[in-house]
Nanobody, 125 residues
Framework: QVQLAEAGGGLVQAGGSLRLSCATS????????MGWFRQAPGKEREFVGCITGNSNVNYADSVKGRFTISRDNAKKTVYLEMNSLKPGDTAVYYC???????????????????WGQGTQVTVSS
């Protein structure tokens, strides 16, 4: 059974930084693509970024240059480093996992079968 657990959310002022982590129980972690999504109140869940098993990354335009995704395959953990945070980044952040499949773009929530419970990030102005 795949389990994902996010941590690191909280309240931060605009311009500040947070680092989220997502610890997993995935045995063959290096064969999984990991995604980060977020959902603000009243809005649909949106793609933030993803990292493949060999550490290729892709980001939503809204976070490019501010957010960085990395992974530690030995710890079976993926990270989301968030800098220059804006009030518009306020949301519940979710990590997601799916065994790597060729040809998949990884930008839709439908691309992932496994999800964490989410962690709240609130950015005050």
């Amino acid at each position: 059974q795949v389990q994902l657990a996010e941590a690191g959310g909280g309240l931060v002022q605009a311009g500040g930084s947070l680092r989220l982590s997502c610890a997993t129980s995935i045995i063959s972690f290096n064969t999984y693509t990991m995604g980060w999504f977020r959902q603000a109140p009243g809005k649909e869940r949106e793609f933030v970024g993803c990292i493949t098993g060999n550490s290729n990354v892709n980001y939503a335009d809204s976070v490019k240059g501010r957010f960085t995704i990395s992974r530690d395959n030995a710890k079976k953990t993926v990270y989301l480093e968030m800098n220059s945070l804006k009030p518009g980044d306020t949301a519940v952040y979710y990590c997601a996992a799916q065994i790597q499949i060729l040809g998949r773009r990884w930008v839709s929530s439908k691309d992932y079968d496994f999800w964490g419970q989410g962690t709240q990030v609130t950015v005050s102005s």
